[in-house]
């Protein structure tokens, strides 16, 4: 395992960009461990598209960086490849996904879009943020009450134009294969959302791509298993070129 204290090779900063209805709470630990790190936070302010989520980031964001997106900030990570790759030294792509919207995706989405119109904002996060804890964690308070404090000052329009977003995300099968720079897949073992098979397609697709699993972790896997997850991320900050074109060494 590498540390974060060995020297990278550019020293790019670290940017992280959250996913649906997340901010830097969901990475605990993580600034302190990274200090350099800094998180496109304000929940993309308005936009509602993944597009104009990498265009807001971008604005934000240093000439060159290692890049980490979580779920749908993962997405955005990969249009941010696509539109300005010179400026991506590494990416790591955690509980995300590459496939476009399935049959029936658009219908559940906005089944829980209108409890939060019905009901209330609050009864809408009780309602979507169980499933993406593994289950031996949602019997964690602290980590519980923070998910749905985080998820709870977004807002019901953040939430509506971040599934517009997501219901309208670009297809990026023909963009993985031309990510050659260093790139981890990372995701939680008991991700019901976006499981393992899903990872193990991303990393097939990029060359040299390395997946790491967490133990015991779900959808929400930064900040269920928080050492372990940044474990991985020591290990993609310091991963080198000669590393990465090993065969094998997958996880």
């Known amino acids: 395992m590498h540390d974060s204290s060995i020297a990278r090779r550019d020293q790019a900063p670290l940017a ?3 996913g ?5 709470r969901m990475f605990p630990g993580l600034q302190a461990r990274f200090p350099e790190a ?4 304000g929940f993309y302010a308005d936009a509602s598209s993944i597009a104009a989520m990498a265009d807001y980031a971008l604005g934000r964001l240093p000439p060159r960086f ?3 997106g979580h779920s749908m900030g993962a997405r955005v990570a990969v249009e941010i490849w696509k539109t300005a790759p010179g400026r991506v030294e590494r990416i790591a ?4 996904g590459s496939h476009l919207p399935r049959p029936g995706e658009r219908e559940r989405r906005y089944a829980i879009r209108d409890i939060g119109r019905e009901f209330g904002f609050e009864r809408l996060i009780e309602q979507w943020l169980p499933p993406m804890v593994a289950p031996q964690n949602r019997a964690d308070a ?3 009450t923070m998910l749905k404090a985080m998820a709870c000052s977004a807002g019901q329009a953040c939430f509506e134009r971040q599934i517009e977003a997501l219901l309208s995300r670009p297809a990026v099968e023909s963009v993985l294969p031309g990510i050659d720079c260093p790139a981890f897949v990372i995701v939680g073992e008991e991700d019901q959302w976006s499981p393992i098979a899903q990872h193990r397609t991303i990393a097939d697709a990029i060359p ?3 997946l790491r699993i967490i133990p015991g972790a779900g959808h929400m896997a930064p900040a269920e298993a928080p050492q372990p997850f940044l474990n991985i991320v020591a290990e993609w900050l310091t991963w080198s070129d000669r590393i990465q ?3 094998g060494d997958r996880i």
């Open 93 to 96: 792509l955690a509980d995300t």
């Open 245 to 247: 074109s090993m065969p």
């Open 16 to 18: 992280v960009l959250p």
């Open 38 to 41: 800094m998180f496109v936070d």
């Open 208 to 210: 040299g791509a390395q």
């Open 66 to 68: 290692a890049l980490l």
């Open 142 to 144: 602290a980590v519980m």
């Open 20 to 24: 649906l209805l997340c901010d830097s």
